[in-house]
């Protein structure tokens, strides 16, 4: 760095971005250093690494940014690139090109001893912590902006969580210093409305924790401790300690990481509640605990306790592993019994494989822990009402119309969530609420509430978009959202990390190009699903106009949607009702799926839906549809009552019919569905409990018409096409990967810069694909050399990708879902490269084989449709499954439970390699392995006429 500074002087030194990247890891000499380039003036750019943990000494280098704005007359900036890649490069870029000396503090920490043990999502994670809780925050410091007329200010904060917590406070405290200084005989009153407001909030805190405090003096006290991932055990210790204030008890409910251990010795009456976790390890929330019991000798004589388990004993078959099961809950009772506490009941053991779940062994234990406590016999006559929990019927009757307390949620800046049966009603508005799961352990160990943000659903029927509707999502995508924009499974959009106070202005954007979210999810029909390739474009029209007009027949009616988000009033004196002609105030019993198929091509897996169309065309022209019901992809893992399923063929309509066909398909699912067990809720289980006979002889009977035999039609593949497709009218049509549907800019590959440019061009539309990927649809023959050139330019051309990675789909899991018990949508492209250095080896790297990975069995990314499919049973745990057929008519089979990486690659390698010697010519890889006795094929109904329904098990 001085031999540099020297050449500047004596004029020597070349001028080239980022002319010098210098690493100060020196802390004695850091100041220093930084002085003299500060004070030289020079255009000199320094990056300072930080490679530490957040647990490490980061503020010394953080100093140097402090160090450096004093100077004035530096750029500074603190980054971190896997918190925000477009702040990285936006600071990167004024660092360049500021005229003056620039200082960058980058972020990039290492887990292990070396760079290379540390993977990027190990890296994620940590980034995450150490920008959402302060100890590394994002800022841009630019002194060129001091006095620029435009007001954008030299310091821009880019941290969004310590953004939004400072935001609140400057606005209260800006408003009041304008108003002081405009009247300054107001600073008096103003002060004393304050001191006024804080006392009154006092007084009313004081007198409700009096009372409180004198409820619980005459209470018997009763600790309930949980211990959590999946939610079952939460959900079993806040019952206990509801139904124990029921009967007079004091009842507390705590995570067992968020009690001191020592405080044990002055609980009289203890209940743990705790799951299992991987190979009978704690959950995340108790481990803590866990630790801390073991190691610190607590004296519990004068202590009660029971204990009640939750785990799944299919995990550990073979006897040497049965010391597995509820393995935590068997080693806190016995540790609590080494400490000296007596014990209540007998420890209980809730077994996902009883008659009803845990349910069962709960239902035994309960009774025994009450009569233990010696409150078995009070508050007998209101227990049941009381503990009573509303059902998701009750909630939305209860709703308004899906109306519930949405705005007011909205308009509580206390916290970022919304009620907890509100965010049941906001599904039916598009929007589901989710946390940063990879914040949670850090956030609850700071005392601050989950990091809560919202997922928007954009429904899309038929897949199909215009260019200013694509930007319109990417322009949303990076004001209000994480700057990402998601292509799903069902041919929607989807926005994550929008927070609360942005999910109304969001909606209204989407709203403003014509688009909207009401009912992309919910208990009502989701978006309709249409084949977007234009292998026969003349009917394409057709099957769009039809997905349209079905997507708006099956629409809810409710004004609520555009009153709460489109700030569209009701008419005073409710002189206008709401009413819903389709689905009353009760709605379905669970959410409605609807897809329309286009033959040779199954794309949308029409048969794993609720309701599905099979186009039938004849002489180029569309005659009908053969119509299926009773499909659907979720299940429940070791649960046998539930299962995936392909539909079953009903018969052949009109298309004049089809909209009648479909509305009465729907009507009697919504009044004999399930209402009680919304675990048997889909249609799929309609028709199991009644029979297919019988449900086709109501449909008929509701429609007036009785339908045709189903007409033959073949599907050759269930996957997209890619690359150039000639249309009708001279248009072309490019069928683009994108890798499980997440539109991002990357590095190496900058696919959302590249779509926003090619959308600012492009004068046909955009289709998005039911596989996750989109298609940059009528292309004019004269528009085509540019959007072929722009495609090239950015480097997002289709050759780079295998047939194994073009055939692959996740979905999101980690961190956002709730529901997720493995990672999905971040981990898939890392075991496909590995599983692509096994094919590449055999000589099958452009073989077309479909693998789907999610992270839980609910089967968001229709994993039971592919013919490789791992489905996530815990963090790195996967269910293997495969054999489906590659035009979607066979469901693949379990073939190993509870693989790590290493497993699945040891399961998959042998059977790639006998595929690759063994194929016949044209055989596929899901039709090998039951051909070759891997595996038997799951039949079904579609295929083999009388077959039961639900011989997934079998």
Excluded at 289 to 305: C, G, H, I, Q, Y
Excluded at 637 to 664: L, R, W
Excluded at 825 to 854: A, Q
């Amino acid at each position: 760095l001085r031999k540099h500074l020297r050449q500047r002087r004596h004029g020597r030194a070349r001028s080239q971005p980022l002319r010098r990247l210098q690493q100060l890891n020196r802390p004695l000499r850091r100041r220093r250093r930084a002085h003299h380039v500060l004070a030289s003036g020079d255009d000199v750019n320094i990056l300072v690494l930080d490679t530490g943990s957040t647990g490490g000494n980061t503020q010394s280098k953080k100093d140097i940014g402090l160090y450096a704005m004093t100077y004035g007359t530096a750029y500074v900036a603190s980054v971190a690139l896997y918190a925000s890649y477009t702040q990285v490069l936006r600071a990167f870029m004024e660092a360049d090109k500021f005229k003056g000396p620039s200082v960058i503090l980058a972020y990039s920490p290492i887990a292990g001893a070396d760079a290379l043990e540390t993977t990027a999502l190990a890296m994620l994670k940590q980034t995450k912590v150490a920008v959402d809780n302060g100890s590394w925050p994002l800022y841009r410091w630019n002194p060129e902006l001091r006095f620029e007329k435009e007001g954008r200010g030299a310091f821009a904060l880019d941290s969004e969580r310590i953004k939004a917590e400072l935001t609140e406070f400057l606005a209260r405290e800006n408003h009041l210093s304008m108003l002081v200084r405009a009247r300054p005989e107001l600073a008096p009153g103003l002060t004393a409305s304050l001191e006024h407001e804080v006392s009154a909030a006092l007084t009313n805190k004081a007198a409700s924790s009096f009372n409180t405090l004198v409820a619980g003096l005459s209470s018997k006290p009763l600790l309930v401790l949980f211990g959590s991932d999946g939610g079952n055990a939460e959900g079993v210790a806040h019952r206990i300690a509801k139904k124990g204030k029921l009967k007079g008890m004091n009842a507390r409910c705590l995570a067992m990481d968020d009690f001191a251990v020592d405080d044990l010795e002055a609980e009289p009456s203890v209940v743990v509640v705790v799951s299992t976790a991987g190979q009978g390890e704690f959950p995340s929330n108790s481990r803590e605990f866990w630790k801390t019991l073991s190691a610190e000798p607590v004296n519990l004589k004068d202590t009660r306790f029971a204990v009640f388990g939750l785990g799944d004993s299919h995990y550990w078959p073979r006897p040497e592993e049965a010391v597995f099961f509820c393995k935590p809950a068997r080693e806190v009772d016995e540790k609590l019994s080494l400490l000296g506490a007596d014990r209540l009941v007998k420890t209980g053991l809730g077994d996902d494989q009883g008659a009803d779940g845990f349910e069962t062994a709960f239902g035994e234990w309960e009774p025994e822990l009450w009569r233990a406590l010696g409150v078995a016999g009070q508050a007998a006559d209101t227990e049941a009402e009381a503990t009573k929990q509303l059902n998701d019927d009750d909630i939305k009757i209860g709703s308004n119309f899906l109306r519930g307390t949405i705005l007011q949620g909205l308009a509580d800046t206390s916290t970022g969530a919304l009620a907890v049966k509100d965010t049941k009603l906001t599904k039916f508005h598009g929007i589901y609420q989710q946390d940063d799961r990879d914040l949670r352990e850090e956030r609850r160990k700071a005392g601050l509430e989950k990091a809560y943000s919202f997922m928007i659903r954009v429904r899309v029927p038929g897949g199909v978009s215009t260019p200013e509707q694509y930007l319109a999502m990417d322009a949303l995508a990076d004001s209000n959202a994480n700057g990402t924009l998601k292509l799903t499974t069902r041919q929607a959009y989807q926005l994550h990390g929008v927070l609360k106070r942005d999910l109304k202005p969001t909606i209204q954007g989407i709203n403003k190009t014509l688009m909207d979210t009401l009912a992309a999810c919910g208990d009502v029909n989701r978006n309709v699903m249409s084949n977007p390739n234009p292998f026969q474009s003349e009917v394409h029209m057709e099957v769009d106009a039809f997905a349209r007009a079905l997507s708006d027949h099956l629409s809810p009616r409710t004004s609520a949607y555009h009153e709460i988000w489109m700030d569209k009033k009701l008419v005073s004196g409710h002189a206008v009702q709401d009413v819903e002609p389709l689905y009353g105030p009760t709605y379905l019993p669970r959410k409605f799926k609807v897809a329309i198929a286009i033959p040779p091509n199954n794309d949308v897996d029409v048969l794993a839906h609720c309701l599905g169309y099979i186009a039938i065309v004849e002489q180029g022209r569309l005659v009908g549809y053969n119509v299926t019901v009773g499909g659907g992809m979720g299940m429940t893992h070791n649960n046998k009552k539930t299962y995936p399923v392909i539909a079953s063929p009903m018969g052949f309509c009109t298309p004049d019919q089809a909209i009648a066909v479909g509305e009465k398909v729907m009507l009697v699912q919504r009044d004999h569905g399930n209402r009680t067990n919304r675990k048997h809720a889909r249609l799929k289980y309609t028709i199991e409990d009644h029979g297919m006979e019988w449900f086709q002889a109501e449909v008929e009977k509701r429609c007036g018409f009785k339908l045709q035999p189903a007409r033959k039609y073949q599907f050759t593949s269930n996957a997209d096409r890619y690359g150039w497709t000639k249309g009708v009218g001279s248009t072309w049509h490019y069928g683009l990967y994108v890798e499980n549907g997440r539109v991002k800019d990357t590095p190496d590959l900058p696919m959302k810069t590249a779509l926003r440019e090619i959308a600012k061009v492009h004068q046909g539309d955009f289709r998005l694909t039911a596989n996750q990927h989109i298609i940059i649809g009528n292309v004019s023959e004269a528009q085509k050399p540019a959007i072929k050139e722009m495609l090239q330019r950015y480097g997002i051309e289709n050759g780079r990708v295998s047939g194994l990675r073009r055939n692959s789909m996740a979905c999101v899991a980690l961190p956002t879902c709730g529901l997720a018990l493995a990672e999905s949508e971040r981990y898939l492209p890392t075991l496909v490269g590995k599983l692509e250095d096994v094919l590449e080896s055999v000589g099958l790297r452009d073989e077309d084989i479909v693998i789907r990975m999610t992270g839980c069995p609910n089967g968001c990314a229709r994993p039971y449709n592919a013919e490789i499919a791992l489905v996530g049973r815990a963090p790195g745990i996967y269910n293997l499954y495969i054999g489906a057929a590659f035009n979607g008519e066979r469901l693949s089979k379990l073939y190993k439970e509870s693989l790590n990486e290493e497993q699945i690659l040891q399961a998959l390698t042998p059977l790639i390699k006998a595929f690759a010697t063994e194929k016949h010519d044209g055989e596929h890889f899901g039709d090998f392995v039951i051909r070759a006795g891997y595996i038997k094929a799951v039949r079904n109904e579609h295929l083999e006429p009388g077959t039961p329904r639900n011989s997934f098990h079998e």
